[in-house]
């Protein structure tokens, strides 16, 4: 059973980049045919899809965060990673990791990480 | 304001049968698959509904989905107090290029 986990900082300062990391158990993220994600959740608020990428390094992104984000992927250390620039505090948020049920969909996300909540303040 | 719209909340008695709508357009609802997830509070969301109505293994067969045009419908029946819950609607837009979702909705189990 595959398994993620996030990791990273919990307190990041305006302006500064959010730098988070997901670390895939339980299966492989090369050679698997599944895109892997970005979700996050403001306090009280809904879900925000903010990308995903392929293992081979392919990417979308959602428009409202692109010019902005970069996941890239790390397939010797079975991670991928998000980085976010100029965070403010709207950024505040929980982000997860997760991976769709079928392979090569971009959404229908079956597994998830736990959730990192991530605070943007000086 | 999310893509997806869905009531805010919901509520019905327990042992009851409860229905979550999701309009969307033909970017997303109308032209791709929807899926479903019920977040308890405080984890992380759970699959319940993917290709509009399959059930992921594990997923009992009182929880439903369907699809009618650019609206999904979530459809739980023998409603428990473990139900409440905030549930969720997503799909890919093909427009956006983008996985959106539904604003959420809060169940309450009366």
Known sequence: QVQLQESGPGLVKPSETLSLTCTVSGGSISGSSYFWGWIRQPPGKGLEWIGNIYYSGSTNYNPSLKSRVTISVDTSKNQFSLNLSSVTAADTAVYYCARPAISGYYSAFEHWGQGTLVTVSS | ?110
């Not at chain 2, 869905?6 to 609802?29: E, F, H, L, M, Y």
């Not at chain 2, 997923?59 to 009618?68: A, E, L, N, Q, W």
């Open chain 2, 1 to 110: 304001q999310s893509v997806l719209t869905q009531p805010p909340s919901v509520s019905a008695a327990p042992g009851q049968k409860v229905t979550i709508s999701c309009s969307g357009s033909s970017s997303n609802i109308g032209n791709n698959y929807v899926s479903w997830y019920q977040q308890l509070p405080g984890t992380a969301p759970k699959l319940l509904i993917y290709d509009d109505n399959k059930r992921p293994s594990g997923i009992p067969d009182r929880i439903s989905g369907s699809k009618s045009g650019t609206s999904a419908t979530l459809g739980i029946t023998g409603l428990q107090t473990g139900d409440e819950a905030d549930y969720y609607c997503g799909a890919w837009d093909s427009s956006l290029s983008a996985v959106v979702f539904g604003g959420g909705t809060k169940l309450t189990v009366l």
